[in-house]
């Protein structure tokens, strides 16, 4: 029970100390012999103020540990974005490469399909007949012709090179188009390019 009174001298009491919370008194002084009575227990308060050091150090490690979780979970995330990233400039990669490959297909196709022509016929030569569109390729002393005919088949003749036309290329191996051959009734043949004709024969003859 709180003093009412100073137990020494029975003089008045004035407040002395009070508690930092709550500001409850917790000890009193007399006026007459300055006689100060014992501490009263305030348990509450002081239950608090121990236990408020350990609540802050608890805060601070829960802070430490949010912060630390944070660092993880963000580096996690980038570690996810990188790889997702490098995974989807693999298929990029992949599909492009895929397409390129597929345009090069399509494109040695479309060349063979060009270049592929009918099956060569040979049959006898024809007294005065004449080939247009024909291709000619020189190598030394002869020049091959391949012709297109009027009933699909494909005319081809290996000729003597005419000395003039050979002098018109400086390779000794050469290709030309729009040649036109013309066979004459006495065996010879007449070559004709870019509006200049060239006598020559059959190779060998």
Do not use: W
């Not at 409850?24 to 236990?51: E, F």
């Not at 990029?92 to 270049?115: K, M």
């Not at 000794?172 to 036109?180: E, K, L």
């Amino acid at each position: 029970m709180p003093d009412e009174s100073c137990r020494t001298c029975g003089g008045g009491l004035v407040n002395h100390r009070s508690c930092s919370d709550c500001k409850k008194v917790t000890q009193k002084k007399c006026r007459v012999c300055s006689r100060t009575t014992t501490l009263q227990s305030h348990q509450h308060c002081i239950m608090n103020s121990m236990l408020n050091p350990k609540q802050q150090l608890v805060q601070v490690i829960q802070k430490n540990e949010i912060s630390h979780t944070r660092k993880n979970s963000l580096r996690f995330s980038f570690l996810v974005i990188g790889i997702a990233g490098f995974f989807i400039l693999g298929l990029i990669a992949n599909s492009y490469s895929g397409i390129l490959q597929g345009i090069s297909d399509e494109a040695q196709a479309t060349n063979s399909n060009n270049i592929a022509v009918k099956p060569i016929d040979s049959f006898p030569t024809q007294s005065g007949k004449s080939y247009d569109n024909c291709i000619a390729y020189g190598s030394g002393e002869s020049i091959t012709v391949t012709c297109p005919t009027s009933d699909g088949s494909v005319y081809k003749g290996i000729l003597n090179m005419p000395q003039d036309l050979k002098k018109e290329f400086s390779d000794s191996v050469f290709s030309i188009r729009g040649v036109v051959i013309t066979e004459n009734s006495d065996g010879s043949m007449m070559l004709q390019y870019h509006l200049k004709k060239y006598m020559t024969n059959s190779f060998g003859n």
